[in-house]
C-alpha cells in the first residue's frame, strides 16, 4: 500500500480518547492483540507518534511510500484517522512491537477495497533497524492471518514499485502471486513509478500455512 489512504491536510478532527487494549474479535469495536515469534500487534495509541516518526520517516524507510507525516503531532493525527476508520468498518492499521519493547516499531495496514471488504490492500513499513529480524516476516502472517479469519477478506493485494526489490521479495517469499505491472501508477517526489500487483487469496493462503507446517515438522 504505497499510496497512504491518510492526507494529513484534510483531516481536521481532534484527536479521541486513548483506546484500551481489545481482546475481542468486533475488530471495529477495538482491534485484538495478536502475539506471534518476536512480535505483537496491536492497536495504535498516541504514544506511538514518537517512535513512528523517528523510524518511518528515513529516506530508506519512505523512499517507496506514500511521504508519511512530517512531525511528531501528524502522527498523532494518523493515528487519530486510523481509529475513526476502523470504527467505520473501513481500515485497519496494526502497531508492530517487537519482544521486549512497549511502543511501535512499524504498521501494518489493511483497506477495503469493495464495500464487504472481501477485497482488500494491505501495506507496511518498518523501521530499518528491525530489517532482516524476522520481526517483518511474523508480522505479515499475523496480519494475513487476521485479514482472512477475522475480517473475511477473500483477497488481499499488494503494490510495490517494480524498483522496490526487497519489498517485491518479502511478498514473493510469503507466497503472494505477481499478477501485473501497473505502469506508472505511483507518483513520488515528482516521479512515476511502475508497480507490482500482488495478490494472496484465502485457499492459497491456507494451502501455503499447510506446506509451512509440514516442513516444520520434516
Request: proline share 5%.
Amino acid at each position: 500500500m504505497e499510496k497512504m489512504p491518510y492526507r494529513i491536510e484534510l483531516d481536521t478532527v481532534t484527536m479521541p480518547p486513548a483506546v484500551a487494549p481489545v481482546v475481542s474479535s468486533n475488530w471495529q469495536q477495538g482491534l485484538p492483540t495478536l502475539a506471534g515469534e518476536q512480535v505483537v500487534l496491536r492497536e495504535l495509541r498516541a504514544s506511538d507518534a514518537a517512535s513512528l516518526f523517528a523510524l518511518l520517516t528515513t529516506e530508506e524507510v519512505s523512499r517507496f511510500i506514500s511521504p508519511p507525516p512530517t512531525t511528531v503531532d501528524g502522527f498523532e493525527r494518523f493515528i487519530a484517522w486510523a481509529q475513526r476508520e476502523r470504527a467505520a468498518g473501513r481500515y485497519i492499521c496494526f502497531a508492530v512491537v517487537p519482544d521486549g519493547m512497549d511502543t511501535a516499531i512499524g504498521i501494518f495496514q489493511v483497506r477495503q477495497l469493495d464495500p464487504t471488504f472481501t477485497t482488500a490492500e494491505w501495506g507496511f513499513a518498518i523501521g530499518r533497524a528491525f530489517w532482516g529480524s524476522g520481526v517483518f516476516t511474523a508480522a505479515a502472517q499475523l496480519t494475513i492471518d487476521f485479514s482472512f479469519d477475522v475480517v473475511g477478506v477473500n483477497r488481499l493485494e499488494a503494490r510495490a514499485a517494480v524498483a522496490n526489490g526487497r519489498g517485491n521479495g518479502a511478498l514473493a517469499k510469503l507466497g503472494a502471486v505477481r499478477e501485473a505491472t501497473l505502469r506508472r501508477s505511483f507518483l513520488k517526489s515528482g516521479r512515476h513509478y511502475d508497480q507490482a500487483l500482488w495478490s494472496i487469496v484465502r485457499q492459497d493462503w491456507r494451502r501455503t500455512k499447510a506446506v509451512w507446517g509440514a516442513a516444520a515438522v520434516h
